[in-house]
């Protein structure tokens, strides 16, 4: 039984930082790609960030770039968004994912492996 599980979402005001985490268990990661999405009411599901399974490659949507990082530890199975100067728009429920394949790859295969999701909330 794979499992991918979120935490650490919640309500910020505008400007401030959240850190999103994302365990994963019941199967061996080894050589997959794990990255972020999100999905705002009435939207679809959009790519956020990915990163390799060795961690040395990094992709990233334009609309959070240089505001996201994306970062993984291996020995955890865990990877982690760290999201700062948060804005409205970046209100959302935010799903972790798997893939064998490259960041890059993630923002445009669906992923193979999905979390339930963590919401995000944004105040203005």
């Known amino acids: 039984q794979v499992q991918l599980v979120e935490s650490g979402g919640g309500l910020v005001q505008a400007g401030g930082s959240l850190r999103l985490s994302c365990a994963a268990s019941?199967?061996?990661?080894?050589?997959?790609?794990m990255g972020w999405f999100r999905q705002a009411p009435g939207k679809e599901r959009e790519f956020v960030a990915a990163?390799?399974?060795?961690?040395?490659?990094?992709y990233y949507a334009d609309s959070v770039k240089g505001r996201f990082t994306i970062s993984r530890d291996n020995a955890k199975n865990t990877v982690y968004l760290q999201m700062n100067r948060l804005k409205p728009e970046d209100t959302a429920v935010y799903y972790c994912?798997?893939?064998?394949?490259?960041?890059?790859?993630?923002?445009?295969?669906?992923?193979?492996?999905w979390g339930q999701g963590t919401q995000v909330t944004v105040s203005s």
């Open positions: 994912a798997a893939d064998r394949s490259t960041a890059q790859g993630m923002s445009i295969n669906r992923p193979d492996y």
């Open positions: 990163i390799s399974w060795l961690g040395r490659s990094t």
């Open positions: 019941g199967r061996t990661f080894t050589g997959y790609a």
